[in-house]
């Protein structure tokens, strides 16, 4: 008897420290590291990158784990350009990972080329240093470097920084602007063998062919709709919701098409500012109404009790979720109508950044049992 009651006491005392040690499994990541030659020739490269950003973000916003949509990392770097330290290799992060897909816009925007020494080895080898790179084995973590010049220049061996990827479970694909046998002559394909990639060539200076559709002017309109819904707070509230409307304005520099490809990536799972807009903070985390002083609400706000600012957001996230519904609706629409408008169209064979990036996404995603809807 005396035995059976110690034992009871003993789980006792151990059920509670084992429920203590329960960890929340996190969401599944997909990281990405875009290194991009900004050399001279690679005004193109560049111009793709911020033209179709959001086409490839709204391909991820497609993707599954167990029913779940994984979080999307982008990290970017520029090599080659002139302007750049000759002591860091001509080499520059531009943003470490970020859920902050407005910054990688703005970013990407700010980019200019400059001619320069190109050397993929050692961008690879910064990028793995650098970045903050998930040690899950379940998250899908790829670098896609593009550029036009020998794969083997500079003085790290790219043999031995693709070999630090793959140890590291980093995928490394490579993007060779030009000719694809060209690519295979300087390196290129080899650097992507070696990191367990896939090898690629695009038409750097290929630009996106158009198609209106009938669905474009209500998907215009509900993106300004959205915009509205957006409540800035704190401190960089209003600098930020600025720059969310400068973004969708340089997003349409590059086109109807890229314009609209925003708008569809801002009703998705994987477009969130909560550490700037109250809406998706509210979202993410009811408590903060509770945690904010009345100087850190925007001027519709102040003054107004708990409960009042509680009532304001949940009507808030009512309009956005049907905002959101409805792009999604028109967009469906509007992607089959353009579908059957290119069968009737001249075929170009040629890919651009996004078609290349797209295919190796999808099939390096079903290895860690990524679904896409």
Known sequence: MKFKISLLALLLIVAPITQSFTVKKQKAKIQIALLLDTSNSMDGLINQAKSQLWKIVNEMAKSE????????EIALYEYGNDGLSMREGYIRQVTTFTTDLDKISEKLFALKTNGGSEFCGQVI?????????????????????????????????????????????VTVNTIFCG???????????DGAILGNG??????????????ASPYDKALTQLNKQLNDTYIAYGISGKKMKA?????????????????????????????????WDLVDAYKDNPKI???LTDDQLPKELKGKS???????????LKERASIQEQIQILNAKRAKF?????????????????DVMIDAVREQALKKNFIFK
């Open 243 to 275: 720059r969310q409307e400068i973004q969708d304005n340089n997003a349409k520099s590059m086109g109807q098409q890229a314009y609209l490809n925003r708008a569809v990536s801002k009703s998705s799972k994987m477009y969130s500012n909560s550490n």
């Open 306 to 316: 708990k409960a009042e600012i509680k009532l304001f957001l949940d009507k808030k």
């Open 179 to 189: 000719n694809y046998n060209e690519g295979i002559r300087t390196f290129w394909k």
């Open 198 to 211: 896939k090898y690629m060539n695009i038409d750097s200076d290929k630009k996106e062919v158009y198609i």
């Open 338 to 354: 353009i579908k059957e408008k290119r069968k009737e169209m001249a075929t170009d064979n040629s890919k651009a950044l996004d």
């Open 65 to 72: 784990v167990n029913k779940e949509t994984p979080t999307l």
């Open 289 to 291: 109404v509770d945690k």
């Open 125 to 169: 080898d910064v990028s793995l240093k650098q970045l903050d790179w998930s040690e899950s084995d379940t998250d899908l973590k790829m670098i896609f470097i593009a550029g036009n010049e020998p794969f083997n220049q500079g003085e790290v061996d790219y043999r031995k920084s693709c070999q630090k990827a793959v140890n590291k479970d």
